[in-house]
């Protein structure tokens, strides 16, 4: 099953991969992990960093992908976001912290894209 998660990861994340680059954000770093945690994609649009979490599933039978993310996991996110942008000299920048959500039919032959801009704040 652990197997299975992880393709479904990876292939969510090579979708929202296209759907940003199609929107015209520059992807900067893919699953960028420190000791504190892991950043899916971190990208620019226009002036904008942004730390873009993406969550895959099959259905929404125990809710929504967002929903996985929880305060918890939103801090680890934040943490990590800020090592990153001190690492890359980028700490004056304006941040924004995104959700992806890709819902995928069970074929994988078709997909809907669900961008939450500014899911949540510092």
Known sequence: MKHLK????????NIAEDYLLK?????LCKNFYCKIGE????CQYE????????????????????EAINYRKQ?????S?????LKNGLTKSNVRFDVIEVL???KNTCFRINHIKNAFIT
């Not at 950043?39 to 971190?42: K, Q, T, V």
């Open 6 to 13: 992880k393709d479904i990861g990876t292939l969510g994340e």
């Open 23 to 27: 929107n015209g954000y520059k992807i």
């Open 39 to 42: 950043i899916d994609l971190i």
């Open 47 to 66: 002036d904008i960093i942004c730390i873009i979490e993406v969550k895959s599933r099959y259905n929404t039978k125990f809710g929504s992908p967002s």
């Open 75 to 79: 801090r680890k996110i934040i943490k």
């Open 81 to 85: 976001s800020q090592y990153y942008l």
């Open 104 to 106: 995928l039919n069970y």
